[in-house]
């Protein structure tokens, strides 16, 4: 899953409900916890090794993803100065303020979890291939027919010594 851009990541919730948008938060903590599930999904897929089913958690990612950047939009066309949020005490956040945050902060922790197990997914797949190329792999690029860079073709150059690899 590709991020989301930092000045959508994290909407600025307090301008959200002053400008009445009770029904934006609604609607993006409804899409945020659908990629909560998805995420959730998406990690049990991979961790059985499941491809289909991580194919599939990631199309839905990717199409949460967009319906959040459609959501957020106007919120990142008409940028603030300064996050109305960081100024208010703790205390003064709306409920569903509080509960889109923390649906964030959720979703961003997933997030991470998710490209740490990719990342580990993409380490055990490089150490199997390398396994199973073997010894005599070629390392290098092939050359143009095919047989390794800088190797002597029989018959051509130097006699080829059966002693040297």
Excluded: F
Aim: hydrophobic letters at 40%.
């Amino acid at each position: 899953m590709t991020p989301l851009p930092p000045s959508a990541s994290l909407a600025s919730t307090a301008q959200l409900l002053v400008d009445g948008g009770a029904e934006l938060i609604q609607a993006s903590m409804a899409i945020l916890g659908e990629l909560e599930s998805s995420l959730l999904i998406g990690q049990k897929a991979l961790l059985a090794r499941d491809l289909a089913g991580v194919e599939q958690a990631t199309r839905e990612q990717i199409r949460l993803r967009r319906a959040l950047e459609v959501l957020w939009a106007r919120d990142v066309l008409h940028p603030r100065n300064s996050d109305p949020t960081s100024r208010s005490e703790p205390g003064c956040e709306s409920p569903l303020a509080t509960g889109l945050r923390a649906a964030q902060l959720r979703v961003l922790h997933l997030g991470r979890v998710q490209a740490a197990l990719l990342a580990r997914a993409r380490r055990s797949l490089r150490m199997i291939s390398n396994l199973l190329a073997g010894p005599e792999a070629i390392y290098g690029l092939p050359g143009d027919d095919g047989t390794a860079p800088n190797v002597a073709r029989s018959g051509e150059g130097e006699e080829r010594n059966p002693c040297r690899a």
